[in-house]
């Protein structure tokens, strides 16, 4: 059995179709893809309809693998009533951010997203926030874009604009967008054709759902009212995957206040791709870049070629993900001590006369 062309169009594909036969040979379970996720409800498209369902149980205590919006699950159930989630397909790639408090846990945002397009709003520009945006971005497996919003605030100094944008973005492309005159629009829809999952991340108000509303061609979502200082506030509270007339399928998130990095060394050499260069010309392999003779990172900063607050928030994102690191390793041998406290207890009670 192939899959029916409606599934294609929310971006399934032969791989999702082996994944599909090795959890369910006797093809039991039917495919769907998460489109909205509530506290204990999904909102499922099965190509036909789109339908809210819970979880079967069995779900909920495999460690933290429930589904977000963008996974495919399989349905069983044969009528409306007993419809249920039984299956997680595996995600293809998962953008991720480390749970909001003291917690050291993972928390996945959107699942088998193929490209992220980072929101940067042209009123309010923030390097440092798009450096931690894109870092979590590149860790995600999908490619990331950087979309200048709301254009049509800058005028005759887009392309300058652009330019600095650039800097920040190295590796990833930068696009200018408005979504009040039109501009640049087609260009964000080309990246997204049939098949391809494309998410919104970015600062609250910087108009995701307001890109998202002009890609689908009518008020779909929510967005907030205009305001004089064109700030914006939290407007939407949940994660929507919405299929585009065209093809291809967008997932909008709310603006986050809280992002701490959850993303290894690869995803954060990616996004500072340039100071990454640089390093390896440093004197020595193990150069810390802070007060180390022959330091090329510092030599860039000295000549201008680095920005010293590009250097400075590098240092800083390294900073936080070797503390989530300790954090997870301590935490690690924690519950290995619990396990084998409890292995020696069980051990204890067998030998007992
Ligand atoms: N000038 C201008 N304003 C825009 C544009 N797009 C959105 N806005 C305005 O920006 C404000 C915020 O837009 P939203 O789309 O709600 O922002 P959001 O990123 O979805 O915000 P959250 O849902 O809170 O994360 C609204 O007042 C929009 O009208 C644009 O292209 N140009
Ligand atoms: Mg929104
Ligand atoms: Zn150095």
Redesign the pocket.
């Known amino acids: 059995m192939s899959a029916a062309p409606p599934l294609a169009v929310l971006g399934w594909d032969q791989t999702w179709n082996h994944h599909h036969l090795d959890a369910d040979p006797e093809r039991r379970w039917r495919p769907a893809r998460v489109t909205l996720q509530g506290r204990d409800v999904w909102r499922v498209h099965d190509g036909d309809v789109e339908t809210n369902l819970g979880v079967r149980g069995r779900l909920r205590s495999a460690s933290g693998a429930l589904p977000v919006a963008g996974d495919w699950v399989l349905v069983g159930g044969t009528s409306v009533d007993d419809a249920v989630i039984e299956h997680l397909l595996p995600r293809r790639s998962a953008l991720t951010r480390k749970a909001a408090g003291q917690r050291t846990d993972e928390q996945v945002v959107a699942a088998n997203v193929d490209v992220v397009l980072v929101?940067a709003?042209?009123?309010s520009l923030n390097a440092r926030r798009l450096e931690r945006e894109l870092t979590l971005a590149w860790e995600s497996g999908a490619t990331p874009y950087v979309v200048v919003?709301?254009?049509?605030?800058l005028g005759d100094d887009l392309e300058e604009t652009l330019d600095e944008v650039r800097v920040v973005a190295v590796g990833a492309e930068v696009l200018a967008?408005?979504?009040?005159?039109g501009?640049g629009l087609d260009a964000v829809r080309s990246l997204l054709p049939e098949g391809v999952t494309g998410a919104?991340i970015?600062?609250?108000?910087?108009?995701?759902?307001?890109?998202?509303?002009?890609l689908v061609g009518h008020d779909l979502?929510?967005?907030?009212?205009?305001?004089s200082d064109?700030?914006?506030?939290?407007?939407?509270?949940a994660r929507h995957l919405v299929p585009l007339p065209r093809g291809g399928l967008v997932l909008?998130?709310?603006?986050?206040r809280e992002l701490a990095l959850w993303a290894d060394e690869d995803a954060l050499d990616a996004a500072f791709a340039d100071v990454d260069d640089i390093t390896r010309e440093c004197r020595f392999a193990d150069c810390g870049h802070r007060t180390e003779p022959g330091c090329a990172v510092l030599a860039a900063v000295q000549d201008g070629r680095l920005d010293e607050a590009r250097v400075a928030s590098w240092h800083k994102l390294q900073r936080e993900l070797a503390y989530l690191a300790r954090k997870q390793d301590v935490r690690a041998q924690q519950e290995e001590r619990r396990r084998w406290a409890r292995l020696g207890k069980e051990a204890k009670a067998r030998t007992r006369p």
Do not use: E, Q
Request: proline residues 6%.
């Open positions: 929101c709003p042209a009123h919003t709301k254009s049509d605030l967008v408005s979504s009040y005159d501009d919104v970015g600062p609250s108000g910087a108009g995701k759902s307001t890109l998202v509303n002009a979502l929510a967005t907030t009212a205009v305001r064109h700030r914006g506030v939290h407007t939407t509270s909008d998130t709310p603006g986050m």
